[in-house]
């Protein structure tokens, strides 16, 4: 443990046989119960959720029937959950949700910024054209968030459906509480990237609500409405991949390699929330939720998703053709110079610590 900071050494690049760097990070795997199974760091350690607490932020819209009342397809209920990473698909689904709510892409106050599809970047490059809020991968998000302000006659003019007064953003905040397992006064609030609300909770936390999402029916059962919102979004979520992240992108890959097995969302600055159904890791079993965090932020991902396999791998949750088919996220990766040289590899440093 790094003293002071809830914080293990969780991963490490090397140059040759010496370790060149070292990043830090903290796990904690928790059952449907909220039973603490594993751990590395400290899984009290409170931060931000942030994309990763997107299945929840949609979870009131579709509880009060968002999905019947719009006649949403799972496609589409996997964009509200999603980072999608800006491809046409990803627009063009967007913008069928706000035609059929009477919405504009105006109407969205996430921002702007260039697609993360390298692909799509590129052409619209070509094209001159500039990328709008359709684009930003939070963009179904805020569509969500809007056809639930219209729907329940909430949309209110003079306060931003992104304020924290609004009454949508206070029965998210209550929602997640609640599935998180904490007072709402226990959940720190802050701003996320694209202007809405986010929470930071202690990761184990986290876990607890993935566990939930996944098995709705165990542990503290829920009520009927949310169970089913629940189901709806891990079923939309796992059947439409690509709708949560885009191609290439690890959300994607592992929730297509895995088909069915397991629920998966990143978020920005190292952080991971997992969500295994039950009867994966053994027949019977319970659904297990999973968040990690990288302490250095992670920038380009890389760390968070290699340690997340390794993460799956430890729990048994992996075939050993599920980790071939994604080699290329880790565990280990090798590292080469510009002249593709080997010179090293990342690799995983820690082993988690079982609950008794």
Same mark, same amino acid.
Request: one cysteine or more; charged letters at 20%.
């Given at each position: 443990?790094?003293?002071g900071?809830g914080?293990?050494s969780?991963?490490?690049?090397?140059?040759g046989?010496i370790v060149?760097?070292?990043?830090?990070g903290?796990?904690?795997?928790?059952?449907?119960?909220?039973?603490?199974l594993?751990?590395?760091?400290?899984?009290?350690?409170v931060t931000?959720?942030?994309?990763?607490?997107k299945?929840?932020?949609?979870l009131?819209?579709l509880?009060?029937?968002?999905?019947?009342?719009?006649?949403?397809?799972?496609?589409?209920?996997?964009?509200?959950?999603?980072?999608?990473?800006g491809?046409?698909?990803?627009?063009?689904?967007v913008?069928?949700?706000q035609s059929?709510v009477g919405?504009?892409?105006t109407?969205?106050?996430?921002?702007?910024?260039?697609?993360?599809?390298?692909?799509t970047a590129?052409?619209l490059?070509?094209?001159?054209e500039?990328p709008?809020?359709?684009?930003?991968n939070?963009s179904?998000?805020?569509?969500?968030?809007?056809?639930?302000?219209?729907?329940?006659g909430?949309?209110?003019?003079?306060?931003?459906?992104?304020?924290?007064q609004?009454p949508i953003?206070?029965?998210?905040?209550?929602?997640?509480?609640?599935m998180?397992?904490?007072s709402r006064?226990?959940?720190a609030?802050g701003?996320?990237g694209c202007?809405a609300?986010?929470?930071a909770?202690?990761?184990r936390?986290t876990?607890?609500?993935?566990?939930?999402?996944?098995d709705?029916?165990?542990?503290?059962?829920l009520?009927?409405e949310?169970a089913?919102?629940?189901?709806? @979004?891990?079923t939309?979520m796992?059947?439409?991949?690509?709708?949560?992240?885009?191609?290439g992108?690890?959300d994607?890959?592992l929730m297509?390699?895995?088909q069915?097995?397991?629920?998966?969302?990143?978020?920005a600055?190292g952080?991971?929330? @997992?969500?295994?159904?039950?009867g994966v890791?053994t027949?019977g079993?319970?659904a297990?939720?999973?968040a990690?965090k990288?302490?250095?932020?992670?920038?380009?991902g890389k760390?968070?998703?290699a340690v997340?396999?390794e993460?799956?791998?430890?729990?048994g949750?992996l075939?050993?053709a599920?980790?071939?088919?994604?080699?290329?996220?880790?565990?280990?990766?090798p590292?080469f110079?510009w002249?593709?040289?080997?010179?090293?590899?990342?690799?995983?440093s820690?082993?988690?610590q079982?609950?008794?």
């Amino acid at each position: 443990m790094i003293e002071g900071t809830g914080y293990q050494s969780i991963f490490e690049l090397t140059r040759g046989q010496i370790v060149e760097s070292i990043h830090a990070g903290a796990v904690a795997v928790v059952d449907v119960t909220g039973r603490l199974l594993a751990s590395a760091g400290d899984p009290n350690l409170v931060t931000f959720l942030r994309s990763s607490a997107k299945p929840f932020q949609a979870l009131p819209f579709l509880e009060h029937g968002g999905k019947a009342f719009y006649a949403l397809s799972e496609r589409e209920v996997a964009i509200l959950c999603a980072s999608h990473s800006g491809t046409d698909q990803h627009m063009l689904t967007v913008q069928g949700i706000q035609s059929r709510v009477g919405l504009s892409e105006t109407d969205l106050m996430c921002g702007v910024h260039i697609p993360s599809d390298e692909a799509t970047a590129e052409a619209l490059h070509d094209r001159k054209e500039q990328p709008t809020p359709n684009r930003h991968n939070c963009s179904g998000k805020h569509t969500g968030m809007l056809a639930y302000a219209q729907m329940s006659g909430r949309r209110y003019a003079d306060l931003p459906y992104i304020s924290n007064q609004h009454p949508i953003q206070a029965e998210i905040l209550a929602t997640f509480a609640e599935m998180v397992g904490l007072s709402r006064d226990q959940v720190a609030l802050g701003v996320d990237g694209c202007s809405a609300p986010n929470f930071a909770v202690p990761l184990r936390n986290t876990a607890y609500a993935y566990a939930r999402l996944s098995d709705p029916n165990a542990g503290q059962v829920l009520p009927m409405e949310r169970a089913a919102a629940c189901r709806q @979004i891990t079923t939309a979520m796992m059947s439409n991949p690509e709708m949560v992240a885009g191609p290439g992108k690890f959300d994607t890959c592992l929730m297509q390699v895995t088909q069915g097995k397991l629920v998966s969302k990143g978020g920005a600055e190292g952080y991971q929330g @997992i969500g295994i159904m039950a009867g994966v890791l053994t027949p019977g079993a319970q659904a297990v939720g999973i968040a990690v965090k990288i302490a250095d932020g992670d920038a380009r991902g890389k760390i968070r998703s290699a340690v997340t396999l390794e993460v799956l791998r430890q729990l048994g949750a992996l075939t050993q053709a599920e980790l071939d088919a994604l080699a290329e996220f880790g565990p280990r990766f090798p590292i080469f110079n510009w002249r593709k040289i080997l010179v090293g590899e990342g690799r995983p440093s820690f082993e988690l610590q079982y609950e008794s």
